[in-house]
Nanobody, 123 residues
Framework: QVQLVESGGGLVQAGGSRRLACAAS???????MGWFRQAPGKEREFVAG????????YYSDSVKDRFTISRDNGQNTVYLQMSRLKPEDTAVYYC?????????????????WGQGTQVTVSS
């Protein structure tokens, strides 16, 4: 069993930056981890993912070049550094984990979810 707890959400002005963290407990060896988000009235969408090894992160087109995902396996934590934030980035951000290793696998498979953290970007 894996438990995920997000932190770092809040209110930020457009153009600003924010870093989210997701602390995992339990066995996460060989788990891909990453982030999804859900805006009001919209479906949950993939944001960023990374394999256990930390190589070759992958992003949605809407955040590529603005967001950076990283992970510290020693601390069992994955981060999402968000820069040049836009009002359309406003959403609840969820951490996700999946037992898979293929590049991009988190887009299709999520075994565990966190409770979410709200990010609001004001214009």
């Amino acid at each position: 069993q894996v438990q995920l707890v997000e932190s770092g959400g809040g209110l930020v002005q457009a153009g600003g930056s924010r870093r989210l963290a997701c602390a995992a407990s339990g066995r996460t060896f060989m788990f891909a981890m990453g982030w999804f988000r859900q805006a009001p009235g919209k479906e949950r969408e993939f944001v960023a993912g990374m394999s256990w090894s930390g190589g070759s992160p992958y992003y949605s087109d809407s955040v590529k070049d603005r967001f950076t995902i990283s992970r510290d396996n020693g601390q069992n934590t994955v981060y999402l550094q968000m820069s040049r934030l836009k009002p359309e980035d406003t959403a609840v951000y969820y951490c996700a984990a999946a037992y898979c290793s293929a590049y991009g696998c988190l887009r299709q498979k999520s075994d565990y979810w966190g409770q979410g953290t709200q990010v609001t970007v004001s214009s």
